[in-house]
């Protein structure tokens, strides 16, 4: 999303459910848990940057690592200079981590957007009960037309 657009608003993605067909409703359902699984995968993925738990490789480093295992046309390793290498094992232990922001903050987006697609969620529900079906009852014609959408 780039940073001047703005999320269609609740009452007016309420508005377009009610023009859509069961089917529809249906695979928008789909949709929104689909991009919540990827969101929370991202997220996973992310703590323990955020959390300094864990360290990416620093440049210099992915260059030393890269150099280390790269072989000339004649198969000899070539070895990275002193200044590339990355600090030994016991080195990189004692090492303090720090927390990433960027990771921080991205986790923090992503709840957001999250958020929101579970307000879309429910409003896919209410239209669906409004429309005097049962949640259990959409959701179960769902699977009986192939989809698989899981009970909130």
Known sequence: MSADSVPITPAR??????????????????????????LDYSN?????????TATAFSSAEAAAAAAATTTTTTTTTTEPSAQQQPPPP??????????????????????????????????????VESRG??????QGAGRRCGTTAMPT
């Not at 079906?133 to 959409?138: D, N, P, R, T, V």
């Open 13 to 38: 993605f309420a508005a377009a459910l009610k023009d859509l067909p069961l089917s529809s409703l249906h695979l928008k359902l789909l949709e929104l848990r689909n991009s919540i699984a990827h």
């Open 90 to 127: 016991q080195q990189q232990q004692t090492q303090q981590l720090t927390p990433d922001p960027d990771c921080a903050e991205a986790i923090r987006e992503n709840e957001e957007v999250i958020a929101r697609m579970q307000e879309r969620i429910r409003l896919v529900r209410a239209e």
């Open 133 to 138: 079906l049962s949640w259990a009852e959409f």
């Open 44 to 52: 996973e993925q992310l703590r323990p940057y955020a959390e300094g």
